[in-house]
């Protein structure tokens, strides 16, 4: 199903929502961070790394958006007491959580199957896969506390059809489009909806590794696409569930 990407922002669409973004320090993460803060979302804005998700913050506050909140934490590394712990804050802190968007991910190396390095291939499914799943889990409980909850998940191409040589990220996303079918489903009588998203090509770090070649130029930029994102957080897509979304661009 295909989303458009003209979709105008109104301020306070989103007021009183409480939405996690993973990699909300740069990328596609840092520009729906600001359009779902504009909405007037409190974003939790999860990332690894403190000083950019810092500034993304200083961005936010001083465009006089909702105030965001801080989440540091590594994907990588993070263990089931990490989640257990977010899940205890979030509890703590807020009465629901209504969104939770998987949009953390690495591309790791184009590369044949048969010479894959092993490493990278683990890490890969750790950040893009595991971590996804564990913290889909942990926070299940606090999405049922909303009476209007989505799950996102940040998809590709390559997850849908397979392409020769995108190795392990193809493979990870192949594994978020099937959580997102199975979890649709399970979920299909809760106030939870789960869906995936293509976003197709943007003008990040990412699609800079994937494709060293190309005139960046003719890539939109993430800020021009993420009010998409604050359209599938809004009530108009309540009835979306367990479907493969594909953004817009032409
Ligand atoms: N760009 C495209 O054209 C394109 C196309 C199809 C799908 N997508 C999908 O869209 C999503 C966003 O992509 P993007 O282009 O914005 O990617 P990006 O520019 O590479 O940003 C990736 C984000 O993930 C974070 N991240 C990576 N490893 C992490 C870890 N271990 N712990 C916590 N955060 C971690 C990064 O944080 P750091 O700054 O700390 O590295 C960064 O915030 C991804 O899921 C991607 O697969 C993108």
Redesign the pocket.
């Given at each position: 199903m295909n989303i458009s990407t003209d979709y105008q922002v109104a301020k306070g669409e989103l007021t009183d929502k409480v939405i996690l973004v993973?990699?909300a320090?740069?990328?596609?993460?840092r520009a729906m961070t600001l359009d779902l803060a504009k909405a007037g979302a409190t974003v939790i804005m999860l990332?690894?790394?403190l000083g950019?998700l810092e500034s993304v913050y200083d961005e936010v506050v001083d465009l006089g958006y909702q105030e965001p909140v801080l989440y540091p934490?590594?994907?990588?590394g993070a263990t089931p007491e990490h989640y257990e712990q977010l899940q205890a804050n979030l509890l703590e802190n807020f009465d629901q959580l209504d969104g939770l968007i998987h949009?953390?991910?690495?591309?790791g190396t184009m590369m044949p199957i048969e010479q894959y390095d092993i490493k990278l291939w683990y890490s890969t499914m750790q950040?893009n896969v595991n971590a996804v799943f564990m913290l889909t889990q942990f926070l299940i409980p606090v999405l049922n506390k909303s009476d209007d909850a989505r799950i996102l998940f940040?998809?590709?191409s390559v997850g849908r059809s397979a392409r020769a040589y995108w190795g392990a990220y193809g493979v990870s996303k192949f594994a978020i489009e099937g959580l997102s079918k199975t979890l649709s489903e399970e979920l299909e009588k809760t106030n939870i909806r789960v869906n995936s998203l293509?976003?197709?090509?943007?003008r990040?770090?990412?699609?800079q590794t994937a494709y060293p070649a190309e005139n960046a130029d003719n890539?939109p930029t993430?800020e021009s696409i993420s009010p998409a994102i604050v359209y599938l957080m809004s009530e108009s897509t309540k009835a979306l569930n367990g479907e493969q979304l594909t953004l817009e661009l032409d």
């Open positions: 993973t990699g320090n740069r990328g596609f993460g990332g690894r790394d950019s934490l590594d994907l990588e949009n953390a991910s690495i591309i950040i940040l998809s590709s293509d976003p197709k090509r943007m990040t770090k990412m699609r890539n993430p």
